[in-house]
């Protein structure tokens, strides 16, 4: 059974981490004392719902976390610190802290540390979230102790919802493009110009055609900008929604 430890203080555990060249050994303390801090754990680096979705929508929440005054989001995994610096670099991550609990103390600690050997993983970390408030747990989602990988509540917005359930989401703007497009460039500094984050998608890399373009947003033409899933259109069109 996995038990909830709201209400009581993270364990004490020192973190041997690579930070460049040198070997760096972070403590409990380091990371919780006189902070409020956000811990999400999860079963390994690189691997799908990880990657795709629970440490991306994190770093994607971030400045509004910031916001609600959280000083720091760790993402917890039981890898060691070489594979969680390559993760890091992959993941583009740049408001998440990767902390290594290479020897599963801190999950062992939680209470938290499980089999997976059926995986060929052997311990790691079952999926939760906690919110830390000078190295006491105020808050801990964990998910359902069943089979498989459950991701239902340890995502950053029901801990978004737990602090401030009225708290401003920020846009998710999308842009198709393709190289030497004028207009692309256009659109890119228009958002840069009123410091919106967006992802660029362009054409002719990694499998995304012309076809593509047309089967998504119904336009033969670049750039085609979304927001939360809604076409706004070209640059013109984008320029008159910032308006």
Known sequence: MLENR?????????????????WVNVTTDDL???????????PGAFTPTCSSTHLPRFNEL???????????IICLSVNDTFVMNAWQEDQDAENITFLPDGNGDFSRGMGMLVEKNDLGFGDRSWRY????????IEK????PDVPGDPFQVSDADTMLNYI??????????????KPGCPHCT???????????????????SHGISYSSLTAISGAGTTPQVFVDGQCIGGADE??????
């Open 6 to 22: 709201e209400g009581q203080k993270v364990p004490q555990v020192t973190f041997p981490t690579r930070q460049g060249n040198d």
């Open 32 to 42: 919780f004392a006189g902070k409020k801090v956000i811990l999400f754990a999860l």
């Open 62 to 72: 971030a400045p509004v976390f910031a916001k609600e005054g959280v000083d720091s």
């Open 129 to 136: 979230s906690m919110l830390v408030n000078d190295g006491v």
């Open 140 to 143: 801990q989602f964990i998910e």
């Open 164 to 177: 401030n359930a009225n708290a401003e989401l920020p846009k998710r703007i999308s842009m198709l493009t």
């Open 186 to 204: 256009r659109a890119k500094q228009a958002l840069d110009g009123k410091g919106l984050k967006y992802e660029v998608i362009e054409l002719g």
């Open 238 to 243: 984008l320029e008159a929604w910032l308006k």
